[in-house]
C-alpha cells in the first residue's frame, strides 16, 4: 500500500502500546510507519505502569493487546475510558473474536486489529485519528457556542436589569409629580401614563422572569393587571373573576398587547362602575390563530357601555389596534358584555391545556 506522507509541519503523534510481547511491539512499530506520519511510541507491560501513563500524560493514540499475563484489554479500556476517553483506543490483538470485538466496540473502543493482518492497522490508525480530530472539533464548537450562549445571557440580563430599573425610575418620578400637581388638570394625563408605563412593566417581568424570552402568557399578565388596576382604583366594590385560558403571544407583540389589555381594563374600573358595586369578569381564551379579551358582568345599562366606550383614550387605543391587527367591539346588543377586543396575529401560539378561574 502506499504510505501517507506527512505535511511538512506535522507534529510528533504520541502513541501508547500496551503489549508485553517485545517481537509483536516491533512489527507493529513497523507497520505504524506505513501512516506517513511521524510517532513516537511509548510501550508499557504492567497496569501500574499503564495506569500511570494514562493517568499522567497526554496521549494521541492507545493501542492494547486484548490478552496479557496479569492484565486484560477491557480493564485498560475501562480505565482509558475512565481517565482519557477522548483519546481513540485500537485493540491489537491475536485472540479477540468477533464477539468480544463487538463488545470492546459497545464499551468505547474505537476499532481492532488482528496480528495477523497487521497491514491494516495504517488504515485503521489514519481512521481513528481523523474521528478523533473531528469529535475535538465539534468539542471545541460545541464549547464556543457555549460560551456565547453565555455571554449573551450575561448580556440580556444586564439588558433587562437596566430596563426595569429605568422603568422604576420614571414610574417613581411621574409618582412624584402627581403629588406635586394635586388636583390640577395634569393628574389625569399623569395617572394615564403612570398605569400605561406599569403596564409595560409588568410584561417586561413576565418576560423576563420566565423560561422564555420570546412568548409571554396574555391570560396570566391580564391577570396580574387587572389586579393590580384594582388595587389602584380604590374600589373594593368592584369585585374582580377570571375565566382564563393560557394564550402565549410571542414578545414583539407584548408591549402593544399590554397596553391595548391596560386600556380596557382601566376604562372599565373607571367608567362602567361610577354608581354601583359590581363583578368585573374578565376572559381571556385562544382564537385559532390569535386571543380574545372580553370584559363582562351580569348587565352594564345603555348609559355605563356609553360611558365606558366614549371615556377610552381613542386615539392610542385605535393605533394600538392598527398595529397589531386587532378588533375592539362594545356589543350594544349583549348585555352583560362590556367590551371585546379580538387579537387575530399568525405569530401568536397557544395553548389549550388547563384553564384559570
Same mark, same amino acid.
Given at each position: 500500500?502506499?504510505?501517507?506522507?506527512?505535511?511538512? #509541519?506535522?507534529?510528533?503523534?504520541?502513541? !501508547?502500546?500496551?503489549?508485553?510481547?517485545?517481537?509483536?511491539?516491533?512489527?507493529?512499530?513497523? $507497520?505504524?510507519?506505513?501512516?506517513?506520519?511521524? *510517532?513516537?511510541?511509548?510501550?508499557?507491560?504492567?497496569?501500574? #505502569?499503564? @495506569?500511570?501513563?494514562?493517568?499522567?500524560?497526554?496521549?494521541? !493514540?492507545?493501542?492494547?493487546?486484548?490478552?496479557?499475563?496479569?492484565?486484560?484489554?477491557?480493564?485498560?479500556?475501562?480505565?482509558?475510558?475512565? $481517565?482519557?476517553?477522548?483519546?481513540?483506543? /485500537?485493540?491489537?490483538?491475536?485472540?479477540?473474536?468477533?464477539?468480544?470485538? /463487538?463488545?470492546?466496540?459497545?464499551?468505547?473502543?474505537? =476499532?481492532? +486489529? !488482528?496480528?495477523?493482518?497487521?497491514?491494516? !492497522?495504517?488504515?485503521?490508525?489514519?481512521?481513528?485519528?481523523?474521528?478523533?480530530?473531528?469529535?475535538?472539533? %465539534?468539542?471545541?464548537?460545541?464549547?464556543?457556542?457555549?460560551?456565547?450562549?453565555?455571554?449573551?445571557?450575561a448580556l440580556l440580563h444586564e439588558l433587562d436589569h437596566r430596563v426595569k430599573n429605568n422603568l422604576q425610575t420614571l414610574l417613581a418620578l411621574i409618582a412624584l409629580e402627581i403629588r406635586r400637581c394635586g388636583s390640577t388638570d395634569a393628574r389625569p394625563p399623569l395617572e394615564r401614563l403612570r398605569r400605561r408605563l406599569s403596564a409595560l412593566a409588568t410584561v417586561h417581568r413576565q418576560?423576563?422572569?420566565?423560561?422564555?424570552?420570546?412568548?409571554? =402568557?396574555?391570560?396570566? *399578565?391580564?391577570?396580574?393587571?387587572?389586579?393590580?388596576?384594582?388595587?389602584?382604583?380604590?374600589?373594593?366594590?368592584?369585585?374582580?373573576?377570571?375565566?382564563?385560558?393560557?394564550?402565549? +403571544?410571542?414578545?414583539?407583540?407584548?408591549?402593544?398587547?399590554? @397596553? +391595548?389589555?391596560?386600556?380596557?381594563?382601566?376604562?372599565?374600573?373607571? $367608567?362602567?362602575?361610577?354608581? %354601583?358595586?359590581?363583578?368585573?369578569?374578565?376572559?381571556?381564551?385562544?382564537?385559532?390563530?390569535?386571543?380574545? @379579551?372580553?370584559?363582562? #358582568?351580569?348587565? *352594564?345599562?345603555?348609559?355605563?357601555?356609553?360611558?365606558?366606550?366614549?371615556?377610552?383614550?381613542?386615539?392610542?387605543?385605535?393605533?394600538?389596534?392598527?398595529?397589531?391587527?386587532?378588533?375592539?367591539?362594545?356589543?350594544?346588543?349583549?348585555?352583560?358584555?362590556?367590551?371585546?377586543?379580538?387579537?387575530?396575529?399568525?405569530?401568536?401560539?397557544?395553548? %389549550?391545556?388547563?384553564?384559570?378561574?
Amino acid at each position: 500500500m502506499n504510505a501517507v506522507q506527512p505535511a511538512p #509541519d506535522a507534529r510528533t503523534l504520541r502513541i !501508547l502500546f500496551l503489549e508485553d510481547s517485545a517481537l509483536d511491539a516491533e512489527l507493529v512499530e513497523e $507497520h505504524l510507519h506505513g501512516t506517513g506520519l511521524p *510517532f513516537a511510541l511509548e510501550r508499557v507491560v504492567s497496569r501500574e #505502569d499503564y @495506569l500511570a501513563a494514562v493517568r499522567g500524560e497526554e496521549y494521541d !493514540l492507545i493501542l492494547a493487546d486484548f490478552a496479557l499475563p496479569a492484565f486484560d484489554g477491557m480493564t485498560a479500556l475501562a480505565l482509558a475510558q475512565e $481517565h482519557c476517553a477522548h483519546v481513540p483506543f /485500537v485493540f491489537v490483538s491475536a485472540t479477540l473474536g468477533e464477539e468480544v470485538a /463487538v463488545e470492546a466496540l459497545k464499551r468505547g473502543a474505537t =476499532d481492532y +486489529v !488482528l496480528k495477523q493482518r497487521l497491514e491494516r !492497522l495504517p488504515g485503521t490508525v489514519l481512521r481513528a485519528l481523523a474521528e478523533a480530530a473531528e469529535r475535538a472539533e %465539534r468539542r471545541r464548537a460545541e464549547e464556543a457556542m457555549h460560551r456565547l450562549i453565555d455571554e449573551k445571557t450575561a448580556l440580556l440580563h444586564e439588558l433587562d436589569h437596566r430596563v426595569k430599573n429605568n422603568l422604576q425610575t420614571l414610574l417613581a418620578l411621574i409618582a412624584l409629580e402627581i403629588r406635586r400637581c394635586g388636583s390640577t388638570d395634569a393628574r389625569p394625563p399623569l395617572e394615564r401614563l403612570r398605569r400605561r408605563l406599569s403596564a409595560l412593566a409588568t410584561v417586561h417581568r413576565q418576560l423576563h422572569g420566565g423560561e422564555r424570552v420570546d412568548r409571554f =402568557d396574555a391570560a396570566q *399578565f391580564a391577570r396580574e393587571l387587572t389586579a393590580d388596576l384594582s388595587a389602584a382604583s380604590g374600589r373594593p366594590d368592584i369585585r374582580t373573576e377570571y375565566e382564563l385560558q393560557p394564550v402565549f +403571544v410571542s414578545a414583539q407583540k407584548a408591549a402593544p398587547v399590554a @397596553l +391595548v389589555m391596560s386600556e380596557l381594563v382601566s376604562n372599565a374600573l373607571t $367608567h362602567a362602575y361610577q354608581r %354601583r358595586q359590581g363583578k368585573l369578569r374578565l376572559e381571556v381564551h385562544p382564537l385559532e390563530e390569535g386571543c380574545v @379579551l372580553q370584559i363582562s #358582568d351580569d348587565e *352594564f345599562t345603555a348609559a355605563e357601555k356609553k360611558a365606558a366606550r366614549e371615556g377610552t383614550t381613542g386615539d392610542i387605543l385605535t393605533s394600538l389596534a392598527r398595529q397589531l391587527g386587532a378588533t375592539i367591539e362594545w356589543p350594544a346588543e349583549e348585555r352583560s358584555v362590556l367590551v371585546r377586543a379580538a387579537f387575530p396575529t399568525g405569530e401568536t401560539t397557544r395553548s %389549550r391545556e388547563g384553564a384559570g378561574g
